[in-house]
């Protein structure tokens, strides 16, 4: 193992000027390490790396068959994978940082296993790294979270998004910290997910907390959108110690979702005179079904845990941090343009090559206006609007 990361760099500055025509032959004169570059939003990273000739150093603690095909992403010798790693190896870390330039942590999970806590994952990890990027003066440490990060919040997981976040500050004041919302696309954990919650006869079961006056609301986002906007994340000026909230173009319930999701999918075959029903249910009934799942699936990744079903119900409505815009993403994929080729593969034989002519795309939400009605919700539970009503009207 030890012997695989003696890798040494030119002391020459000649690696930080940008040389050539741009694009996959070129010299993006940066080279950034990637940790959790096998996940979905790495892999798409790693993509974009390539066609900008940005080098890259990928440790991953899968089969070399596994990444074979992450190669010809990149030009020759533009990436080099490190095999047999795992976080717990601070040697190897160590190494890596030191021959980087810029570090993105792209590590993460919503379960844990026999071999890695959840804590370990987002609080120690991100605490390790961010010690040895403050120790080499690393140009910049790009960080993911998750949206609806907080000490205060009611999920375990997002509470240890905080507190990793909270260390990578306190380490490195000039990491950036990235919170996208829900990520869509091929091989994703969302609308593939859907597939997995309960449904019977056209019954599409959707958890709802009983004290929620308002519908939840989802700002999903492409997975292609979130690796560009790590990609300049990594290499923009005058970003450093901040933080921003990644959302898509399109804002949806969570109810049309489910129900456009399964439209596509056809997935209970429904003849003309039925029709699908929502059917609310306690979230943690969903939670407990989520948990049968990881109790079957105990070898390897479950398809459902908790975690998901969690922010899958957590509405996402932006607070005012900096976003894609700011990140240089001015248009960004929708998902009635990809949503077919994502959801496909789980259709029946016999509707697998019919086009989206039948299904009802559903009705985009206004952002904006559903801010406003939460505010003036909070302000009538508060006794605020009944009072002046009485003054003024």
């Known amino acids: 193992m030890a ?17 050539g025509i741009g694009g996959r032959h070129s010299d993006g004169g940066l080279t950034v390490a990637v940790f959790g570059g096998t996940g979905q939003i790495g892999r798409n990273l790693l993509t974009r790396m390539g066609r900008e000739g940005v080098q890259g150093v990928v440790p991953h603690r899968i089969s070399d068959k596994r990444v074979i095909h992450f190669k010809p992403m990149a030009d020759l010798g533009q990436f080099n994978f490190i095999s047999n790693y795992d976080i717990r190896n601070d040697e190897a870390t160590e190494q890596i940082v030191k021959h980087s330039d810029v570090v993105v942590n792209c590590v993460g999970r919503t379960f844990p296993t026999r071999n890695f806590s959840l804590d370990e994952v987002h609080v120690t990890w991100p605490y390790k790294l961010s010690k040895l990027c403050k120790k080499y003066s690393k140009d910049r440490l790009v960080h993911l979270s998750a949206y609806g ?39 994703d954990d969302y609308l593939t997910l859907m ?17 929620d006056k ?22 923009m000026p005058k970003i450093s110690g901040q933080t921003f909230e990644l959302f898509g173009s399109e804002a949806y ?41 990881e109790l079957f699936w105990f070898m390897g990744e479950p398809p ?90």
Not at 214 to 235: E, F, S, T, W, Y
Not at 333 to 360: A, C, N, W
């Open 304 to 393: 459902l845990d908790r975690v998901l079903i969690e922010l899958n119900h957590l509405s996402e409505v932006p607070t005012g941090l900096p976003g894609m815009q700011e990140l240089g993403i001015k248009e960004q994929g929708k998902m009635s343009e990809i949503v077919l080729d994502i959801l496909r593969p789980f259709r029946p034989h016999k509707q697998y090559y019919e086009t989206m002519e039948e299904v009802v795309l559903p009705t985009p939400v206004d952002v904006e206006e559903y801010k406003k009605s939460l505010d003036k919700s909070n302000l009538k539970d508060e006794g605020i609007v009944g009072d002046l009503n009485k003054t003024y009207l």
């Open 253 to 293: 319930y969570l109810e049309d979702l489910h129900e456009f999701v399964y439209d596509i999918m056809n997935k209970e075959g429904l003849e003309e005179d039925h029709e699908r029903q929502i059917r609310h249910v306690p979230i943690g009934l969903l939670k407990a079904y989520a948990r049968a799942w």
């Open 195 to 211: 597939r997995f919650l309960p449904h019977i006869w056209g019954n599409l079961f959707v958890g709802k907390r009983w004290s």
């Open 149 to 187: 990060a907080s000490e205060k919040s009611d999920s375990n997981f997002l509470k240890l998004k905080a507190v990793g976040e909270k260390v990578v500050r306190n380490n490195f004041p000039e990491s950036v910290i990235l919170r996208p919302a829900r990520v869509f696309g091929r091989t």
């Open 3 to 19: 012997k695989s990361l003696v890798f040494t760099r030119s002391k020459s500055l000649s690696h930080l000027v940008e040389k």
């Open 214 to 235: 308002h519908p939840i609301l989802k700002i999903p986002v492409a997975v292609g959108d979130i690796g560009q906007a790590v990609l300049n994340a990594c290499r």
